[in-house]
């Protein structure tokens, strides 16, 4: 990782990151080096501390992720890889630790100016081995830039290029005042060495997280958390522009600014996203704020311009509409559960609830216009419920949207086979039928015409219950136990339905064998 310098009369600092091999370099500590002039304070409006991304990455790699993560609301692909790097400088985490954190403003209409707080690709090559820059001066702004002859990859896992959010986390660290750590402190182990070294090691990744020197030096610039630090432990309301969120907390000053997320590049006057001038209650534990039209899914932070503070940066899923369900994809399925519906509609969040019947079904994954999720068991065939997803803006339900209908005929067993050891034996299939379930050796005739699944008749073992009935749910469990000293390999479970008049259906036979 290279750095180079323009002179100081344009007002512009350009320093980066170069792609090279890491020599085993004896280490030494606070080795970290800044830049002159000042750093990112929250004086004059404290909008510095933005975080933006314009996502013009040519590569398909470098926005290729898909999965939603609650921690980084409403961001994927390079935004989420972008907003993560950010967050490794957060008082927040162990990690880093000292007094400072972002603030994430989403989306990017442009690249932006050299004080736009913008993070994007550079759309062309850059000499020599050179990952990635960052420009200045950082008193008023700053820019970043990667370059694009190289490969980029979003994560979250192994990237297959340079990884976006590690090389961002290394130019993140120089808008807010940083320079390379010196030589001395950067050979060695990858995982140990300061994420603010001029080179990389391998593609990255490793410097996803802060090491000693990077947080020495964070500290130098911007002192450890102080103890009146305004702090947001918990939020609570309906996360709907317009709505009232409760923010519960600790140092909160008597009048307080509330900052969301809202995608502007705007970074004077009055901040579309700011709630100015909200007291606090509770003796500065709580502030409660209407959520402005403005504000989108994000991080949400307390501001004190009077001690010149901001707090943590909580995560918050906003939007300006409640969820709406268009179609539930199959509407019916079988009362033993298990069956995955589709749910298309809009507005949904990552971490949206999904209900039928009251139950919570399992989600299998969550984007803004899909859900599919697990549907719970029912409580009787026939059953006719409705399907609701619950968020922070409000909840929808269909009414009758699914229908619980007959289970397939199917058995199963579950527990420890051991003698004197309980296994239930559970039989599925259409409600209120007979049902006559055994076990015994291979080839064994039992009652009911049930006939075991080997070929060869060994001696009677023990049949386990008759008169058994699925009734509304088409299910019956019956609990056994092999006596103490009944010892056998491969015994045969059976299950039985009755389907007419006299007419039983074999289930089939699983093997079991009994441990001695």
Not at 71 to 80: F, R, S
Not at 206 to 216: F, Q, S, T, Y
Not at 250 to 272: E, H, M, R, Y
Not at 486 to 506: A, R, S, Y
Request: aromatic share 8%.
């Amino acid at each position: 990782m290279h750095s180079s310098s323009i002179p100081r009369a344009v007002a512009r600092l350009v320093t980066g990151l170069v792609a090279a091999s890491v020599l085993a370099l004896p280490g030494v500590l606070n080795a970290f080096t800044t830049f002159g002039g000042g750093t990112l304070s929250l004086s004059s409006g404290g909008f510095q501390r933005d975080v933006r991304v314009f996502e013009n990455f040519a590569d398909p790699t470098a926005n290729d992720n898909l999965i939603p993560d609650d921690d980084y609301p409403g961001a994927l692909g390079a935004q989420q890889a972008i907003w993560k790097a950010a967050a490794a400088w957060g008082s927040h985490l162990p990690s880093a630790g000292k007094n400072f954190d972002y603030d994430w403003q989403g989306s990017a209409s442009s690249v932006g100016g050299s004080n736009d707080n913008t993070v994007s690709s550079l759309g062309s090559s850059c000499s020599g081995g050179t990952l990635a820059f960052a420009e200045g001066p950082i008193t008023n702004g700053w820019r970043i830039r990667f370059c694009e002859n190289r490969a980029w990859d979003d994560g979250p896992g192994a990237p297959s290029g340079f990884d976006l959010q590690g090389v961002g986390v290394h130019e993140l660290g120089h808008t807010l005042g940083l320079g390379h750590s010196q030589p001395g402190n950067c050979g060695g182990n990858c995982f140990s060495r300061p994420v603010m070294c001029s080179t990389v090691c391998t593609d990255g990744s490793e410097e996803r997280g802060l090491k000693a020197d990077d947080r020495a030096g964070l500290e130098f610039l911007y002192g450890t958390i102080p103890g009146s630090k305004p702090e947001i432990i918990g939020i609570s309301g309906t996360f709907q522009t317009g709505s009232t969120l409760t923010l519960d907390g600790l140092d909160f000053a008597s009048t307080v600014n509330v900052k969301f997320t809202a995608g502007t590049t705007q970074n004077s006057g009055t901040i579309p996203g700011v709630v100015y001038n909200v007291p606090s209650t509770n003796g500065g534990t709580r502030v409660q704020v209407t959520i402005p039209s403005s504000a989108r899914s994000g991080n949400v932070f307390v501001w004190q311009p009077s001690s010149n503070r901001l707090s943590n940066g909580v995560p918050i899923y906003v939007d300006e509409d409640p969820p709406v369900i268009f179609t539930v994809v199959p509407g019916t399925g079988p009362v033993r559960g298990g069956t995955v519906i589709t749910i298309s509609g809009d507005h949904f969040f990552p971490n949206a609830r999904v209900e039928v019947g009251g139950l919570t079904a399992t989600p299998l994954q969550r984007t803004e216009t899909e859900i599919t999720a697990v549907v719970p068991p029912g409580s009787a065939v026939g059953q006719s419920v409705s399907v609701r997803v619950t968020q922070g803006t409000g909840d929808h339900e269909v009414p009758a949207a699914w229908l619980y209908g007959e289970n397939p005929i199917d058995f199963t067993w579950n527990g420890t086979p051991n003698p004197g050891a309980n296994i239930t034996i559970t039989v599925y299939g259409p409600s209120h039928r007979d049902v006559a379930v055994a076990a015994g050796t291979p080839g064994e005739t039992q009652a009911l015409g049930m006939i075991f699944c080997a070929e060869s008749p060994f001696p009677f073992v023990r049949k386990l219950n008759a008169n058994l009935n699925t009734g509304p749910t088409g299910r019956v469990d019956v609990v056994w136990a092999g006596l103490p000293g009944e010892v056998f390999d491969q015994w045969n479970l059976i299950g039985v339905i009755k389907v007419g008049p006299g007419t039983f259906q074999n289930l089939g036979c699983v093997p079991l064998t009994v441990l001695p």
